[in-house]
């Protein structure tokens, strides 16, 4: 099974810029679907981002279209979230998570059976 290693978290302002990185052991990037959840402190686990495993297709959450960017390095094995002009609200646990599912499903977090542990992002001033 897949492993999963996140890093890249930390405090930063509002309308700052961060990358989180998803380091990935034990299987290909080209095998699975890739995807981003958050979770803050008292709110369920919710859908960032994803990146398809054909064709690199992106999907995003309402909340984040538009300033964040998820992408994958097949050379490097890793997978990113590039976060740009963060607001308070993005404030989470950021979860890296692989799965196959199928394209109606991408969001549900259900669908993912590997996970990272989590690397935590506080914006704040």
């Known amino acids: 099974q897949v492993q999963l290693e996140e890093s890249g978290g930390g405090l930063v302002q509002p309308g700052e810029s961060l990358r989180l990185s998803c380091s990935v052991s034990?299987?290909?990037?080209?095998?699975?679907?890739w995807a981003w959840f958050r979770q803050g402190p008292e709110t369920e686990r919710e859908f960032v981002a994803a990146i398809r495993r054909s064709g690199g297709y992106t999907y995003y959450a309402d909340a984040v279209k538009g300033r964040f960017t998820v992408s994958r390095d097949g050379a490097k094995n890793m997978v990113y979230l590039q976060m740009n002009n963060v607001m308070a609200t993005d404030t989470a646990v950021y979860f890296c998570?692989?799965?196959?599912?199928?394209?109606?499903?991408?969001?549900?977090?259900?669908?993912?059976?590997?996970w990272g542990q989590g690397t935590q992002v506080t914006v704040s001033s």
């Open positions: 034990g299987g290909s990037l080209s095998s699975y679907d």
């Open positions: 998570a692989a799965g196959r599912p199928v394209l109606s499903a991408i969001r549900n977090k259900n669908m993912y059976y590997s």
